[in-house]
């Protein structure tokens, strides 16, 4: 079990551009979240899948971002057109079941910090 | 809606101290709560959770919390406290029903340790 792995750690980003984060899960998990913690903020959920669909979308997910994963196993979170207020550390967990279960316990990854100049 | 709310966002206490986090949830029904601990440069790591039955609950690194229907509360609590234990701690909630699978946080409290 070597945990759930996000890439990069950190990017930097001019306004206006694309940019893609990768989150790999742990290997038997089917459900993946990501979610996004602004300074001084718990994290606030986004998004999440089980096995490839996605289940459930915040409305904080605006239309300049997607998910996908396209398999069940790896996601990628992508923001179009980025904005000085999409700085932040987008975190990803992954899950054997629902939070409503004994095995809802959500781990976490490192997370992926945008910086959006 | 579920909400969490942590009314000290930032608690400084003595090594060897106790220590008392504060969490307040609103939910219709019982929810499933979790504290969470997060260090500079790391991840999210669960240290408790409660869902039912025993209102007090153990966690990692000797952390334990009390679940308080009455109170609406979820306070997590150290005996003792280490230098090691300086980070931000997190508290969340989430649906007891379905499939539903979203965690709400509160804004979180930032404990400084001093020696």
């Known amino acids: 079990d070597t945990g759930v792995s996000q890439d990069p750690r950190h990017k930097i980003t001019k306004r206006g551009q694309n940019v893609t984060f990768r989150c790999d899960p742990i290997?038997?998990?089917?459900?993946l979240y990501w979610y996004r913690q602004t300074l001084g903020q718990g994290p606030e959920f986004l998004t999440y899948f089980q096995n490839e669909a996605q289940l459930e979308k915040s409305r904080l997910l605006s239309d300049r971002f997607s998910a996908e994963r396209p398999k069940g196993s790896f996601s990628t979170l992508e923001i179009q057109r980025t904005e000085q207020g999409d700085s932040a550390m987008y975190l990803c967990?992954?899950?054997?079941?629902?939070?409503?279960?004994?095995?809802?316990?959500?781990?976490f990854g490192p997370g992926t910090r945008l910086l959006v100049l | 809606a579920q909400s969490v709310t942590q009314p000290d966002i930032h608690i400084t206490v003595s090594e060897g101290a106790s220590l008392e986090l504060r969490c307040n949830y609103s939910?219709?029904?019982?929810?499933?709560l979790f504290w969470y601990v997060q260090s500079p440069g790391q991840g999210l790591q669960l240290l408790l959770k409660?869902?039912?039955?025993?209102?007090l609950v153990q966690g990692i690194k000797g952390f334990e919390a009390e679940f308080k229907r009455s109170q609406s509360s979820f306070n997590l609590r150290k005996p003792s406290v280490h230098w090691s234990d300086a980070a931000e701690y997190f508290c969340a909630v989430g649906p007891n029903t379905g499939t539903a699978s979203k965690l709400t946080f509160g804004t979180g409290t930032r404990l400084q340790v001093t020696l």
């Open positions: 290997s038997e998990h089917n459900r």
């Open positions: 967990a992954s899950s054997l079941g629902p939070v409503a279960s004994a095995q809802g316990t959500q781990y």
């Open positions: 409660y869902f039912s039955g025993d209102t």
């Open positions: 939910y219709g029904a019982t929810p499933y």
